[in-house]
């Protein structure tokens, strides 16, 4: 199906095994085009958690962020990275620097973050030789399918990340906070709820509990809205958490998360919360010049493995302080 018509008539192909789609024919003004069906894709992003756009064309890195600036207004700028970006413009990044072999597992950006985009926006420049699809599962139907007492236990305490910064793995503090100077970092954690302590070595250690489960901001409907499974030791390749440990220690991986009263997340949790996941994981191949928009609260998003080259580019949009994050106590110098 091709559409060329107003955005009152725009409609998604619908499939229950991949996101919608909805196929146009490639406009002369991109950036108009985007402008005049602004209301019209937004809806369908609202209804459906995403949507994908077929036949735009998106190639250059200005046409993109003009484009993204059209569909979600300021763009945000990225603050407690976990993994390092290219920058491709004001606010406009590359996809997260990660090995292709390994998959990135579903989660929803900056979950961890007092104040998280509502809206991710992704388009790709070059899709990949095989795989690499930016898959997608409905964060309410995952909430659903998950055994009532650990999402009990999970609402109770909420969740607990933990995370060693360093200069060899993740993202370092400059590309995580902006900057490396001390004070500026302390002041930062102090007023995001975030715990925090020097090491020895000068380096830096931090927690932060948040919540697990939430509330659609425009729905108000319960989400299962974290990043619990993704950020675990239990994600990682066997490999990469063995050589890890080996490295850093227990307590000195780059990342990992807990139960919110501190107690240990089991493999077997783990390897339960991905295939919740993966039940509902809904994926589309990338084609050259697609756009996708990503309700990020009510829809995780994930990375598949890929060969050849992959250029994504993302951007952050409609930031928005969630009401649950607010009872977590202040940041401290532990």
Request: hydrophobic share 40%; aromatic share 8%.
């Amino acid at each position: 199906m091709s559409f060329s018509s107003p955005a009152s008539v725009l409609e998604a192909e619908l499939r229950p095994d991949r996101p919608p789609v909805l196929h146009v024919e490639t406009p002369v003004d991109t950036v108009g085009w985007a402008a005049e069906h602004r209301e019209a894709l937004r809806a369908q992003v609202t209804g459906h958690g995403a949507l994908l756009v077929r036949g735009l064309g998106l190639r250059e890195p200005d046409r993109i962020a003009a484009v993204f600036a059209e569909l979600g207004g300021p763009l945000m700028a990225e603050r407690e990275a976990f993994a390092p970006r290219e920058s491709h413009g004001p606010r406009l990044y590359s996809s997260t620097a990660w090995p292709a072999n390994q998959p990135m597992c579903m989660h929803h950006e900056l979950s961890y973050a007092l104040e998280v985009p509502g809206l991710m926006l992704f388009a790709c420049p070059v899709p990949p030789a095989e795989g690499g699809a930016t898959a997608v599962a409905d964060a309410e139907a995952v909430l659903k399918a998950l055994p009532a007492g650990l999402t009990e236990r999970f609402e109770r305490e909420g969740w607990l990340l933990t995370r060693s910064y360093n200069d060899e793995i993740g993202a370092s503090l400059a590309e995580s906070f902006g900057t490396d100077d001390r004070e500026t970092v302390e002041n930062y954690c102090r007023a995001h709820a975030i715990d925090f302590a020097w090491q020895p070595d000068g380096s830096l250690r931090t927690r932060q509990r948040r919540a697990a489960v939430v509330r659609h901001p425009v729905t108000g409907r319960r989400c299962w809205f974290n990043q619990i499974a993704f950020l675990n030791e239990w994600t990682l390749a066997p490999e990469v958490r063995e050589y890890l440990v080996d490295e850093y220690g227990e307590d000195g991986l780059p990342f990992n998360t807990r139960f919110g009263d501190g107690g240990p997340i089991g493999e077997d949790v783990v390897h339960l919360l991905n295939a919740a996941y993966e039940e509902h994981t809904r994926r589309e191949p990338w084609q050259a010049g697609d756009l996708m928009l990503v309700d990020n609260i009510r829809t995780a998003h994930s990375r598949e493995a890929f060969t050849g080259d992959r250029q994504v580019l993302v951007a952050l949009a409609e930031p928005q302080r969630l009401a649950e994050y607010g009872p977590s106590p202040k940041g401290s110098r532990r």
